[in-house]
């Protein structure tokens, strides 16, 4: 076969698929073509590469078909559903398959700060080498209380979603590289742990517990989250289990994105929480209690519908047709 | 339309395999085998394009940073603290990480820097990536370019086979060149005085390996340097005359010889096709994508 030959006669048909690639809009009858042409084309690029594969065709006819591709194969609807179906499905199922993770990133958080807290009330040189006095009496007395209204509460409540969110979705992106996750968690619980012993030093424990508790567990929890699939997302290049590693931390990237966008939502939550309940008049079992209630709804999300979506074998990750194909491989 | 990574090029001959089987190995490619079964070649962006483009994308974010950065000084003039912090936030996280999304969503994987260079990122098996894709690849990009002043990136682009940055590795994308012009050097005339013997020859025995190699090497003769012209139109001869009955007469240029048993081929192979099609035209309807080729009309 020769290639100025076979170059000659379907140049024409190569002519008119680009033409059609490049048209913004394509009525019907030119998308039956541009599939038409894309079978066709496919053929002799096969041709071309098994008889007489001259790089430059060989090249073109790739570009040509891999563009074709995108246009043909790359239209997404987003319709409501595909949001309920997040909310419903894709979430609450990656957080119930990681839930040992940010499980055990809450619980041993939690036993940090309670340490840290101890340590600070045993060695108050923690906070008199930076404070003085006066100022530990200040931040005890009022500021730690005027922190909550010192803006107006819808102003605070948006300011604190947005740090909080921004700070979740840059833990879940430092999983890539592992180490920094820590950093933030650790930072993040000694930061709570030294302000609770500050507190708990100067007796005002109660105080501490009532402002932090209403906000705090949901808060903290969604920051557990985000830690916990941080880490989940460091493992999944450590030990991909029966894929390569690259395919699992594919996979698990994009499930944790998807994370990192659903705790933007618990954020919100727990935002408003802070916003507009911490530092409101309602008693302090009112607040806690909200607090509670807050927390046994999101454990119920993760739990139960999690639970039932991962039963149903939700990974996460995107919608297969989206995920690409790969070779299998042996595990 | 389902696709799998190719781990080789097609036509790598396995052992026991035909010595003068076609081995195509792109320089450089990555081959995608689509669901027609076709290997399709989706060459990699090379890192210096890579940082080219992102370059260009860290320029863009910056002048978004500091225009939005001007009409937000104006507008949150008389606000408190939290409103500023607020919006400095939603400013750089929008800059850095939300236009990136956003335009590699609409455009199924174009930045402005891509856009210039023209790049794109695709799935690991050659498809559009999605926003899901998108969004991951900008929000690992903000620690691998931003945070960490692009050192990750540039070491893992650089040690990647495909390119990868962590971004890319985090998604289940690379970034390829999709755009290659058509350079088809113009074919070898027929030299008159050969014509004869050409047209009476028997030069369909040709394997396809010679014949490409004989067309490339007419295609650049001018630009080999005479020292290597004469011995390499010479070894491509001794390489094409058994396959070629009856010789060619002893008078003629080597050069001659190889453009005419080309030429001859390409005319025979044209009428072939032609015939081909004509005979198919009398059997079914006209080809409703192809009516006006001259060709086969």
Redesign the interface.
Known sequence: ?????????HR???E?LEHLLAARRLTGAEVD?VL??Y??V??H??VV????????????L??L???A??V???R?TSTWRDASRFLTRTFPAALYRMRWWWGTVAVVNVVLAVLVAAWTVRHPEVYTSALTPEEVDAYVGTDFENYYS???SH??A??VW??NA?VS??A???G??GL?VLWVLATNTVNVGVAGGLMAANDRTGLFLGLILPHGLLELTAVFVAGGVGLR?FWS?VEPGPRTR??S???E??T???V??GLVLVLLVSGAIEGFVTPSDLPTGVRIAIGVVAEALFLAYVFVVGRAAAGSGVTGD?ADV??????PVAA | MTTTPARHGPGVSGPGGDPMHIGYRGYAASDVVTGEAVAVELPVAGVPSRILSGLLDVLLAGVVVLVGGFVMGLLTGESSEAVVGTATILLVVGATVGVPAVCETVTRGRTLGKLALGLRAVRDDGGPITARHAVTRALVGWVEIYLLVGAPALVAALVSSRGKRFGDMAAGTYVATLRAPLRLEPPPPMPPALAAWAGAADVAGMPSSLSVAVRQFLARAATVSPASRAPLAGDLLTAVLPHVAPPPPAWAHPEDVLAAVVAERRRRDLDRLVREDRRRGGVLPPDPLDPLNPFTR
């Open positions: 076969m020769d290639l100025d030959a076979y170059v000659a006669v024409g048909q190569w008119r073509e038409d042409l079978a066709r496919s053929t690029l096969s590469r098994s008889a007489s594969p001259d790089p430059s065709v060989v090249s073109y790739s570009g078909l891999a563009r591709r995108l043909t194969a790359g997404r010192e803006f107006a102003e605070f948006t300011r947005v740090n921004w979705a840059q879940i992106a430092m890539v590289l920094p997302l290049w690259l395919q931390l594919a996979a990237g994009r944790a994105v998807g990192a966008v995107v989206d995920a690409g194909d790969t070779l």
